[in-house]
């Protein structure tokens, strides 16, 4: 099972909003609507941000979004903000394996 | 309120076998639809997913590690277990263990604060 794809690094001033791709194949991300985000500040653990691609856990500001499109899931910040900075992760559950992108670096500048 | 804890060593020895332990609290791991996973992240790498155990004791592994992976639980201490064998430099990582749920499509919603392994001479 191959690592979804996503782009190394983004990058967006205050205010605006940027979105986060994550491209796996028809038999993972396209095939159920099982994406999960992450958000990883340096040296913590982790932090769910959207499930089930659309999703958010409570707690989470409605900021942030999740969308899928065929085999590519997306995640949109709006409103970035300095303590958006960080890393961002997809993952796809798909029965089994789960499947983690390779890892965003958002900057905000 | 779901804590989870990951506790092992902190270095060992190329082959030898690494045994870690998940220690949580909130939830119980008799519950339908419940599963603990282990996840690891290499240094400036990306996360990787490493095995889950469900709450009915179906354990899955990741296909490329499978071999030298052991995932169990004790359903009555809160704790599940995951061994890995013939440890090498490059499974020199942080180890997660994190809660999933039927509810929220078995995402991993609640992490532990990782303990990280070093592997080497």
């Known amino acids: 099972q191959s690592a979804l794809t996503q782009p190394a690094s983004v990058s967006g001033s205050p205010g605006q909003s940027i979105t986060i791709s994550c491209t796996g194949t028809?038999?993972?991300?396209?095939?159920?609507?099982?994406v999960s985000w992450y958000q990883q500040h340096p040296g913590k653990a982790p932090k769910l941000m959207i499930y089930?691609?659309?999703k958010r856990p409570s707690g989470v500001s409605n900021r942030f979004s999740g969308s899928k499109s065929g085999n590519t899931a997306s995640l949109t910040i709006s409103g970035l903000q300095a303590e958006d900075e960080a890393d961002y992760y997809c993952?796809?559950?798909?029965?089994?394996?789960?499947?983690f992108g390779g890892g965003t670096k958002l900057t905000v500048l | 309120q779901i804590t989870l804890k990951e506790s092992g060593p902190t270095l060992v020895k190329p082959t030898q076998t690494l045994t870690l332990t998940c220690t949580f609290s909130?939830?119980?791991?008799?519950?339908?639809?419940?599963?603990v996973g282990w996840i690891r992240q290499p240094p400036g790498k990306a996360l990787e997913w490493l095995a889950l155990?469900?709450?009915?004791?179906?354990?899955r592994y990741s296909p490329s590690l499978k071999s030298r992976l052991t995932i169990t639980k004790d359903t009555s201490k809160n704790q599940v277990v995951l061994t890995m064998t013939n440890m090498d430099p490059v499974d020199t990582a942080t180890y997660y263990c994190?809660?999933?749920?039927?509810?929220?499509?078995?995402?991993?919603?609640?992490w532990g604060q990782g303990t990280l392994v070093t592997v080497s001479s």
């Open positions: 994190a809660h999933s749920h039927v509810g929220t499509g078995y995402c991993f919603d609640y």
């Open positions: 909130g939830f119980s791991l008799s519950t339908s639809g419940v599963g």
């Open positions: 155990i469900y709450w009915n004791d179906d354990k």
């Open positions: 028809s038999s993972d991300v396209g095939s159920y609507n099982l």
């Open positions: 089930e691609g659309s």
């Open positions: 993952c796809s559950y798909a029965g089994s394996p789960w499947v």
